[in-house]
């Protein structure tokens, strides 16, 4: 029998929560603490001191040394430099353990060799972290020992933000501002805050790690850039939901215990559908928790897979010919005091509240299309994105028949006399319950769906931190509600212009609700037809973040300045040069170190065979060692000829401006070789002997865990 988890005993065991706040915190410092989080403010350095000295007390009794600021820099991982608490040894050689209020405050990394995207010169190494009291600290727990870790804020010298939270948290503050200013309409004055929710579902594929090591590409680019397809894919639809394997539920049984320790509340888990594909989703949480826990999440995954013999792969798109990797970011509004703004009800005809803040949502997401596609996009994505499968690369809205229905007499009359509703499911067998049917069906192949009483955007990227999509998400829908509440706070009629209002912002929006399959070619002319952005790679992205449309909704509700839009934009395009250039170097690397002497060797044996059978017995047919023999040397040359070909075009990106012109090249250039080589490669596994091969297949892979 396994061990046995007590979930409740164990679950925020090594998160410096309120509970332990309050436990170790005198009284008044608790209470100072708790409304700083929850309504924002400075803590003074007095009080800062004692938290900090709980802050140290509480790991150290659990065998920490250390602490750290643990940030998120634009590489769109996280960063950690560890302090242990030691300080001065006093003249009888002790030492003390310190941890002061200025430290949890401020740290001072050297900032230098993070991405700044050309705001601060190399000789400008300082930066700043700040702590996010927001985000609870926690322990870590690995080879290092025990490490506090302090959530917080990246900046500059200068102020800039040189993170993803920082644009993230103000962004909650932009959205929580615009949405209060609604509810107040409506008559809310209990409420002080309107949070952003998230929940992000978390694909990721296992794989056998002593094979993962024999694949340059997976350690490299962390996806296979050659491989032929296995006999079996994912066409039987049997790894969906199947029965979990032994040594995969073994694997989530320990990362769910991690989790809950980290007080990540990991909920759902199960396979999906391409082999050796899997999915984790916590209870949604406030997004800066979320994203915080989301990075925790993914480096657990990896973590706990090393324990088990296996590693995980985040990337988009760690196979060619079977489902991607994303992660549903699941988003809603909810009031302080329990109001879900995007809860419909059971009539959302009647609903003015909720009616108002879908059409503001169609409307920011349909000014902003390009900006939410934008916030989705990184390298690995643009496999997923526009590539058949997943969500397409053209942003629409799903809302599904009943909302659909109600927009459409909206639109039609400006009044919604009906809804349709839920009615019942019968089962058709008498020992079943008759069950009630919600009023919508889903739809998997939008990009934002309203999901009940969420919108699930769906072309996040596995790989990728949610921080981004979800402050495009706020700042775009806190413009549609500041430009709402603009005209409404002003209205004679109350009744009247938030019905005029709701009838214009769907009239002249209604283009971007697309109900129907998100992945058929008449989706792309239609798309076309009524104008929608068809942005189709994440360089082509780039641009969107830097337009005065962009730049003047983040600097409205004062998310990014238009140098720090700038720098990311400088960022984003390095780092697609940068990743195409491994891809590229590491497919020279195995092409010629690796695939072309084994093909080498192969028509060797093929050759000697064919002489030797011939000596042996001239009468015998030696057609198939021929024909092979011809087959495998003319893929051969064609593989030789399309890895010179990428050679040339890799030292011709590399040779272009840094930049958006470096970027281009790549893409453009690079990748276009990458496909002409690989194209040969996969033909050759086909037919070259398995013992030449000089990696694991995809079928070992996928199928072998
Ligand atoms: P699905 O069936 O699409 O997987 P679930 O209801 O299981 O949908 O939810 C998926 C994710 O959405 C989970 O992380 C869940 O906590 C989150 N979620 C559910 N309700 C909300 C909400 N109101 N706001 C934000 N996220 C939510
Ligand atoms: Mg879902």
Redesign the pocket.
């Known amino acids: 029998m396994s061990e046995v988890i007590n979930v409740a005993e164990i679950f925020g065991e090594n998160v410096f929560n309120l509970a332990k706040m309050r436990e170790r915190l005198p009284k008044k410092v608790y209470a100072e603490v708790k409304n700083i989080m929850e309504n924002g403010g400075e803590l003074s350095l007095a009080t800062a001191d004692v938290v900090a000295k709980a802050m140290k007390d509480w790991p150290v009794s659990k065998g920490a040394t250390h602490y750290t600021h643990w940030f998120q820099p634009l590489t769109g991982i996280t960063a950690e430099k560890h302090d242990s608490f030691i300080s001065a040894p006093d003249e009888m050689g002790h030492t003390l353990l310190e941890f002061s209020g200025k430290e949890l405050i401020k740290g001072e990394p050297d900032a230098s060799s993070f991405p700044s995207g050309g705001l601060r010169s190399t000789f400008e190494a300082r930066g700043y972290t700040v702590w996010d009291c927001t985000s609870p600290a926690f322990l870590k727990e690995d080879a290092t020992g025990v490490v506090l870790c302090i959530p917080t804020a990246f900046y500059s010298y200068n102020g800039e933000a040189l993170d993803k939270k920082t644009p993230l948290l103000r962004s909650l503050e932009a959205i929580s501002r615009q949405a209060l200013r609604i509810v107040r309409l409506f008559g809310n004055t209990e409420a002080t805050r309107v949070i952003a929710?998230?929940?992000?579902?978390q694909e990721y594929f296992l794989v056998d790690r002593e094979k993962y090591l024999q694949r340059k590409d997976l350690i490299y680019a962390g996806r296979t850039l050659f491989g032929a397809p296995a006999p079996k894919g994912q066409e039987m639809d049997d790894q969906y939901f199947g029965a979990i394997r032994e040594r995969v539920g073994a694997y989530m049984k320990e990362l769910n215990a991690e989790l809950w320790k980290l007080g990540i509340t990991s909920?759902?888990q199960h396979n999906e559908v391409a082999p050796a594909q899997h999915e984790m989703?916590?209870?949604?949480s406030t997004a800066n928790i979320a994203a915080d826990h989301n990075q925790l999440v993914m480096e657990t995954m990896k973590k706990v897979a090393g324990h088990h013999g296996l590693t995980c792969l985040l990337h988009e798109k760690p196979f060619a010919g079977v489902n991607g990797s994303g992660k549903?970011n699941?988003?809603?509004l909810?009031t302080d005091n329990g109001v879900?703004l995007?809860d419909p009800g059971d009539t959302p005809n009647q609903n003015i509240q909720f009616l108002l803040v879908l059409a503001c949502i169609i409307k920011a997401v349909d000014i902003h299309a390009d900006l939410l596609r934008q916030s989705a996009s990184d390298v690995g994505n643009d496999h997923r994105l526009g590539a058949n499968e997943a969500p397409p690369a053209i942003i629409s809205i799903f809302l599904g028949d009943q909302l659909e229905d109600v927009v459409k007499q909206l639109v039609e009359t400006g009044e919604a006399a009906r809804c349709i509703e839920g009615n019942q499911l019968d089962t058709g067998v008498s020992s079943l319950p008759t069950i009630d049917k919600d009023a919508t069906d889903r739809n998997r192949t939008s990009p934002f769906a309203f999901?009940g009483?969420?919108f699930?955007f769906r072309m996040v990227g596995s790989d990728d931190s949610i921080a981004s999509p979800n402050t495009t998400l706020n700042a775009i829908v806190a413009e549609a509600f500041s430009e709402a509440a603009d005209v409404l706070e002003q209205a004679d009629d109350f009744d009247v212009a938030v019905h005029d209002l709701i009838k214009k912002y769907l009239t002249e929006h209604q283009r971007i609700i697309f109900n129907g399959n998100g992945y058929s070619d008449e989706w792309l002319r239609e798309a076309e037809r009524r104008g929608l952005p068809n942005i189709k790679s994440m360089v082509d992205a780039v641009p969107t973040l830097v337009t005065d449309k962009a730049v003047a909704l983040f600097e409205k509700f004062g998310i990014f300045t238009r140098a720090e839009l700038e720098s990311r934009a400088e960022i984003l395009y390095e780092t697609y040069a940068k990743s195409i250039n491994i891809e590229a170097m590491t497919m020279i690397d195995m092409a010629g170190k690796q695939i072309i002497p084994a093909v080498i060797s192969y028509t060797t044996e093929l050759a000697g065979s064919l002489n030797a059978v011939a000596a042996a017995c001239p009468e015998a047919d030696t057609s198939a060692q021929k024909e092979l023999l011809i087959e495998t040397s003319s893929l051969l040359a064609e593989a030789k000829r399309a890895l010179n070909r990428l050679k040339e075009a890799v030292a011709e990106a590399s040779a272009a401006a840094a930049g958006e012109a470096m970027a281009y090249a790549y893409k453009d250039k690079a990748v276009p070789a990458m496909d002409a080589l690989r194209a040969p490669v996969d033909r050759l596994e086909m037919i070259v002997d398995k013992k030449y091969w000089p990696m694991p297949s995809y079928g070992d892979l996928m199928f072998e865990v």
């Open positions: 929710s998230v929940g992000a579902e909920k759902t989703a916590p209870i949604y549903h699941n988003w809603s909810n879900n995007l999901t009483n969420k699930e």
